[in-house]
T-cell receptor, first 114, second 113 residues
Framework: NAGVTQTPKFQVLKTGQSMTLQCAQD?????MYWYRQDPGMGLRLIYY???????DKGEVPNGYNVSRLNKREFSLRLESAAPSQTSVYFC?????????????FGPGTRLTVL | GDSVTQMEGPVTLSEEAFLTINCTYT??????LFWYVQYPGEGLQLLLK?????DKGSNKGFEATYRKETTSFHLEKGSVQVSDSAVYFC????????????FGDGTTLTVKP
C-alpha cells in the first residue's frame, strides 16, 4: 500500500516551459487536492477534486490546470512556468465525509523555475 | 472566510521540556480540527484530530482539545524529545464531502539534547 505517490521528486524548468506533475493514490479516496508550500506561508490550495469527474479552483489557481484522470490520478499542469511558481508542490487525498476527513499527503515535488 | 492562526515560531526547547503550540481559528459552523506534522523533506502526516467541541485528540504523547468557546485547539506535550523536531501545522476542515482544509502557517519546533 503506497499511499499517495508523486512524480517527479525534483524538477528545474526555464521560464515559459511547461510540465505536468503526476499524483496517484491507492486508498480508493474520493477527494484529491494540490497544494503549494512556500516559506512562511503554510499550504495554499491550488485546485481540488471532490470526486472523479469534478475539479474546482482553490485559493491560488492562476497559472495552473488540473485533470482528474480517474479515481486514482490527479495531475497538475503548468502551461508556461514563471519564477513565481518556484515552490514545493504537495498532492493529498481524503476519503471525505464518510471516511474521517483527514488528508494523506505525498512526499512532494520540489520545483525551481529559472 | 475560514482562517487558522498559529503561534509564530521557531520554538526551541530542551529535551524533556513542556511544549505548547497555540492555535486559534475562525470558521462558520462546526469544522473538524487537525494537527499535522512535517519532518524534513517529507509531506505532512496526521498527528491527531478532534471532530466536535470538547473532544480531545491524542497521539504519541501529544494532546489537543477542541474548545469552541475560545475557538482554539492548542497542541501540548509533557516531555519533548529530539525526535519531535519538525514543523507542526494546525488545520480545520468543514464536514462536507469535498473536505477542503485551511492550514495555519506552521510552527517549527527544534528540540535540543
Amino acid at each position: 500500500n503506497a499511499g499517495v505517490t508523486q512524480t517527479p521528486k525534483f524538477q528545474v524548468l526555464k521560464t515559459g516551459q511547461s510540465m505536468t506533475l503526476q499524483c496517484a493514490q491507492d486508498m480508493n479516496h474520493n477527494s484529491m487536492y494540490w497544494y503549494r508550500q512556500d516559506p512562511g506561508m503554510g499550504l495554499r490550495l491550488i485546485y481540488y477534486s471532490a470526486s472523479e469527474g469534478t475539479t474546482d479552483k482553490g485559493e491560488v489557481p492562476n497559472g495552473y490546470n488540473v485533470s482528474r484522470l480517474n479515481k486514482r490520478e490527479f495531475s497538475l499542469r503548468l502551461e508556461s512556468a514563471a519564477p513565481s511558481q518556484t515552490s514545493v508542490y504537495f498532492c493529498a487525498s481524503s476519503a471525505g465525509l464518510a471516511g474521517g476527513l483527514e488528508q494523506f499527503f505525498g512526499p512532494g515535488t520540489r520545483l525551481t523555475v529559472l | 472566510g475560514d482562517s487558522v492562526t498559529q503561534m509564530e515560531g521557531p520554538v526551541t526547547l530542551s529535551e524533556e521540556a513542556f511544549l505548547t503550540i497555540n492555535c486559534t481559528y475562525t470558521a462558520t459552523g462546526y469544522p473538524s480540527l487537525f494537527w499535522y506534522v512535517q519532518y524534513p523533506g517529507e509531506g505532512l502526516q496526521l498527528l491527531l484530530k478532534a471532530t466536535k467541541a470538547d473532544d480531545k485528540g491524542s497521539n504519541k504523547g501529544f494532546e489537543a482539545t477542541y474548545r469552541k468557546e475560545t475557538t482554539s485547539f492548542h497542541l501540548e506535550k509533557g516531555s519533548v524529545q529530539v525526535s519531535d523536531s519538525a514543523v507542526y501545522f494546525c488545520a480545520l476542515t468543514h464536514n462536507t464531502n469535498a473536505g477542503k482544509s485551511t492550514f495555519g502557517d506552521g510552527t517549527t519546533l527544534t528540540v535540543k539534547p
